[in-house]
């Protein structure tokens, strides 16, 4: 069924915006890819609080190894470290450090060692960190002493299939003496996304049917006493923790989004050293959630975030707990996939309407407003709340259906420019046609000549095209055109009386001039024409006028009906001045018989540089079996038929 245009515009915006739909519903890897980029760019764009006031970095750094000595410590200068800060009132210090194995400063040494740590862990403000394992046995974790949350998991409806947190098969953690000791710890495991960068770190993670908690939270909940804890499961996409009063928005697997406050070093850092050196202020460390970690080379943990290539591991830790005090989330709705289907399918249908009933431009105009509006009201909502809808989709609906629509409509452009090209190749064909019949109704054999020099035309200017000088002009399309007008060059000779047409003998001077106002009335004809029809510069009539009017003037000037000399003469008429002679002559008139091929080729050739141009000469001297193949075997009418 053939479509009609307007429907088939409709269809090539509509059907782009209903593939795009699709794909927000359903999410592919492609899209996922580039909303990972969106993200990104909005993050950067919107400003942020500067860190938590309460959250502090303990740093085992260059100058900390180059004073103490190198890494790992011994393990009753760590405990010398967590007693010094205790005792400046930190309020929770979270270990962004394994000790999985006994200390390595002498076999008894070592048992002191691990002793005084443990005695420095004692009291509930300490939590260490582990690491759970995937895809491995579970015997790793059977030896560690962890401490799962107590969390109750809250359905809506039916059970589902999948669990809101992955599971590990196993741990790799401190001596269980430590972990007794500590009595609070949390995993460090943050897996950054397809990309490389890390945008989201996991709140829970599952371990032989126990659920845990990462550092960051398990030092927010033993800071400030969370009690009651519970995990809402939204849908498959979305997740709530709710810690007493608060809720933290999280997606399908527990993961939190999280809100970088800026690039690395943004948090403030304490050396090392100068805890245990006694030189840091009274009130450093009072109150506050401290983090130790190592960004020492050869001992630091560095990952890439939307805001920072190089990003030590325990500031990530240090942000989650930053993100749970100050309570400012980045958020994915759990309706944030149907939103932005919808936000495809109002866009795409309204962008696809406007094309429709105004056109491109306006379409255009409009596309380029819906395109600053989504990511306009995306940004709006990152600034405003932290909510994340993503403008991958409406944008990509937008544009594709745009351009498949520009694509239907240029088609169909072009399609009726063809239609009237060709109508107007079909017009000019009628024309030629019509003052052919004219002229042979008046003079068969004047019409019968015309149609002769239709093919001798073409032939001879497709071989002057060859010429340097010529090539520019006799494109295809002109040289076609040529072709097809050259039968006019005699319609002035309606014009002439019958009397001069069928004189069997030599005309008088007074009989010369009259005959030879034939092209002047020919292009009369003409002009009279186009002022009748009210058109002005058109090619094919200036190619017909140039034709008509010039094609008796000669190379040296002695020609008619202007005197023209030389290269003053228009191109169409050097060539069809050649063109008339050679037929004239080569075929029989009621007062002379005709030339023989060889006898006309001569004849033109003496003309050179005085009647032709000699291009035009050398161009028929080229081709002249061709055109006495031409004359002969009457081909010519096939000729003038293409």
């Known amino acids: 069924m053939k479509l009609r245009p307007r429907r088939l515009v409709l269809m090539s915006g509509l059907a782009p915006t209903l593939l795009a739909a699709s794909l927000a519903l359903y999410r592919p890897a492609l899209l996922t890819n580039l909303d990972y980029g969106a993200y990104d760019s909005i993050v950067r764009s919107v400003s942020t ?11 085992v750094d260059e100058r900390s190894l180059s004073a103490v000595g190198q890494w790992p410590w011994r393990r009753d200068v760590i405990a010398r470290l967590i007693t010094r800060m205790k005792q400046l009132g930190a309020s929770t210090i979270a270990l962004d450090i394994l000790f999985a194995e006994s200390d390595r400063f002498g076999s008894a040494g070592a048992s002191a060692g691990d002793q005084a740590l443990a005695d420095a862990l004692t009291g509930g403000d300490v939590a260490l960190g582990y690491a759970l394992t995937f895809g491995g046995s579970a015997e790793a974790s059977n030896a560690c002493m962890l401490h799962p949350l107590g969390l109750a998991v809250i359905r809506r409806g039916d059970d589902r299939a999948d669990e809101p947190f992955f599971r590990a098969s196993g741990a790799v953690c401190s001596l269980p003496m430590l972990t007794r000791a500590a009595g609070v710890s949390g995993f460090l495991n943050a897996a950054p996304d397809a990309d490389g960068r890390l945008r989201r770190v996991p709140l829970l993670l599952a371990l032989n049917g126990d659920i845990h908690p990462a550092l960051g939270l398990a030092a927010v909940i033993s800071a400030t006493g969370i009690h009651d804890i519970d995990l809402r499961l939204l849908n ?8 007493d009063r608060l809720t933290v928005p999280l997606d399908g697997k527990s993961n939190l989004l999280v809100r970088y406050r800026g690039t690395k070093h943004t948090f403030p850092y304490v050396s090392a050293v100068d805890v245990l050196s006694g030189q840091t202020a009274p009130d450093t460390f009072k109150n506050r959630i401290v983090f130790v970690g190592t960004t020492a080379l050869g001992t ?12 030590a591991g325990v500031e990530v830790q240090a942000t989650v707990a930053d993100n749970l005090l100050q309570q400012d989330f980045i958020r994915r709705p759990e309706y944030a996939a149907m939103v932005e289907t919808q936000i495809v399918l109002s866009l795409g249908i309204a962008a696809t309407l406007i094309v429709a009933r ?12 819906g395109l600053a509006a989504i990511w306009g009201a995306a940004v709006g909502l990152m600034s405003s709340g932290g909510t994340f809808l993503s403008p991958v989709a409406p944008s990509a609906g937008l544009i594709v259906s745009f351009a498949t629509m520009a694509v239907a409509q240029l088609t169909l452009e072009r399609r009726r420019a063809d239609q009237a090209g060709h109508d107007n190749v079909v017009s000019q064909r009628l024309l030629v046609q019509g003052l052919l019949s004219l002229t042979e109704t008046r003079d068969p054999e004047t019409g019968r000549h015309s149609r002769r020099t239709q093919a001798y035309a073409r032939v001879i200017a497709e071989q002057l095209a060859t010429h340097p000088d010529f090539r520019d002009y006799l494109t295809p399309q002109r040289i076609d055109l040529l072709s097809r007008l050259a039968p006019l060059h005699d319609i002035g000779k309606v014009g002439v009386p019958d009397s001069l047409l069928n004189k069997h003998g030599a005309l008088t001077v007074e009989e010369t001039i009259e005959m030879r106002k034939h092209p002047s009335h020919g292009r009369d004809v003409i002009l009279r024409a186009e002022r009748d029809v009210g058109v002005a510069d058109d090619a094919t009539m200036a190619m017909a006028k140039e034709i008509v009017y010039t094609h008796h003037e000669k190379w040296d000037g002695t020609g008619y009906p202007e005197g023209l000399r030389g290269p003053a003469i228009p191109i ?9 002679v050679y037929d004239a002559v080569t075929t029989r008139r009621v007062y002379r018989d005709p030339m023989t091929h060889d006898q006309a080729v001569a004849f033109i050739v003496s003309g050179k540089g005085a009647h032709f141009d000699p291009a035009v ?3 028929f001297l080229n081709v002249a079996d061709a055109l006495k193949r031409l004359s002969i075997e009457g081909q010519w ?3 003038s038929t293409g």
């Open 637 to 639: 009418s096939a000729a």
């Open 236 to 243: 498959a996409n979305a997740t709530a923790l709710r810690l």
């Open 300 to 311: 630091r943990e560095v990952v890439a975030t939307p805001i920072d290539t190089l990003f």
């Open 49 to 59: 609080r500067p860190p938590d006031s309460r959250i502090l970095i303990v740093d």
């Open 572 to 580: 169409a008429g050097r060539l069809m001045a050649l063109v008339d």
């Open 617 to 619: 000469v050398d161009a």
């Open 358 to 369: 105004l056109g491109l431009g306006w379409g255009g105009l409009a596309v380029v407003a």
